[in-house]
């Protein structure tokens, strides 16, 4: 993650700004447009693209651990799709918006997690893994129909749009960062508060019972934190996909299946794994850039093939 941090803060156009003087100008106040170029600009967009990373991991590995699904994630689920449409409608319709967009993607991202478990069962009793893959694809389909459904508007509007659905976070700005910062970090505490539960629940209904967690309620707040994480990632950046779907896999290989362990490991993993896509981004087409949605995409949708196969052979 720091690897990718550091490559991030130093790859660009400005070619006074290397690996060499990069920290030297984060650290050091010189005046220079160098250090202007690495604290306003590449700064912001470095942490912006971490704390997605923290917060879409940690959104997937909840997801997979309350549904005990392989290839449950925010953007399968159709939570992704949901918070976007919530940014979508906000944007469309000042007057529907509730406070800030912020706000009106977590309301669109837990009205979407409502959907999908709810056609699933899991509000009401055990949940059928093919209903709830099936039922996650059409939420999402149907929201993000209606977001399309934005670019036939505004000029000016549906430009905005068509920028924020492909995550370039290029002009990211430091106040976006903040409040991420402290989604990321409430995140990552209920999640190691929630790591015995999730535990638990890889053990079935019946022996969490017995054991004295609530299989209902443990998912009920998984599912909210998930929905919550990933609708604030949705408002800063735009909707990115597949990060919580590659990097619980990733980590489990490397950590085991212990959730105490697992936690901390796909928070840093989300964070390298969005950080190196931002590189990467940054590198396709030099020196202009690629939106950090597109290679993310490119990265997540093999994996999620690769998985869907493993997952058809284990059963």
Known sequence: MLLAALLSLTIGQRSDVGITNVL????????????????????????????????????????????????????????????????????????????????????????????????????GGRLDSMRLILAGVTVGAFSFAFVRFTFTLDDNLSRLVLTWTSADISSARLDQALPLLLWATGGLVLSLAMAHNFNILALGDGASQGLGVDPRRARLIGAMLAAVLTGASVAAAGPVMFVGLVMPHLCRLWFGTNHRLLVPAVALGGAGLVLLADVVSKLVRFPYETPLGVICALIGAPYFLYATLRARNMA
């Open 24 to 123: 030297q100008l984060l650290f050091i106040n010189d005046g220079s447009l160098a250090r202007s170029a690495v604290v306003d600009l590449r700064l912001p967009r470095t942490l912006v693209a971490g704390l997605i990373g923290v917060n879409l991991a940690l959104a997937g590995l909840a997801l997979q651990a309350i549904t005990r699904n392989p290839l449950a994630s925010e953007s399968i689920l159709g939570i992704n799709q949901g918070a976007a449409l919530g940014v979508a409608v906000g944007l469309v319709v000042p007057g529907l918006m509730v406070v800030n967009l912020d706000v009106m993607a977590i309301i669109g991202a837990v009205l979407a997690g409502i959907i999908t478990f709810s056609i699933a069962g899991g509000l």
